[in-house]
């Protein structure tokens, strides 16, 4: 399971940085159009600028999930390994219960546009909106690599008396 985990989180930073790079041709597109006679102006570039932009948000939270670099504030000063752990999973009980509400209602979404098209690239909806129950599962996933790993230290005794 672990190799399994990591390589979806190596896909996910390609996908990422994928988007990013996919994301530049219809906004350049948008601003060569406004500003030069020479290329059109291109009304489905807004429309497919916004659903990247929708995948690279998501994809990127979910490997902020799997780098500890989302949802995460510092409150407390450094304590013993314990004490930090137990603190790591409360936070997770917290964001699990969002990840939980992005899956639920996410798959609801995708339920909603079921049969709808985009307005003007007129993609079939569901492809954007699925975004949501992926980031939602795969929040879920990652934590799972978290529990464990903060449980193990957790009950690991011999390591720390917190």
């Known amino acids: 399971m672990t190799k399994f985990i ?46 990247f932009f929708i995948w690279m948000i998501m994809i990127g939270s979910m490997v902020g999930i799997r780098d ?11 304590l013993k390994p314990r004490a930090n752990a137990l603190l790591r ?6 964001v699990l219960a969002m990840a939980l509400v992005f899956l639920w209602y996410g798959i ?22 699925a975004a949501w129950p992926l980031a939602g599962f795969t929040w879920v996933l990652f934590l799972g690599e978290k529990f464990r790993a903060d449980l193990q230290t957790l009950l690991n005794r011999s390591r720390d008396r917190a």
Do not use: C
């Not at 990591?6 to 159009?33: C, D, E, H, K, M």
């Not at 500890?68 to 450094?78: C, K, Q, Y």
């Not at 999973?89 to 917290?94: D, E, G, M, P, Q």
């Open 68 to 78: 500890s670099a989302h949802f995460d504030v510092d409150l407390w000063p450094e």
């Open 6 to 51: 990591a390589g979806y989180y190596r896909l996910l930073n390609w996908l990422l940085v994928a988007t990013v790079a996919i994301l530049i041709i219809p906004v350049s597109l948008q601003i060569f159009s406004r500003f030069t006679a020479l290329i059109p102006s291109y009304i489905w570039t807004e429309e497919m600028a916004r659903f």
């Open 108 to 129: 609801k979404f995708v339920q909603f546009g079921w049969s709808q098209n985009s307005e003007l690239a007129e993609l079939p909806m569901p492809f954007i909106f």
């Open 89 to 94: 999973l409360i936070s997770h009980v917290f």
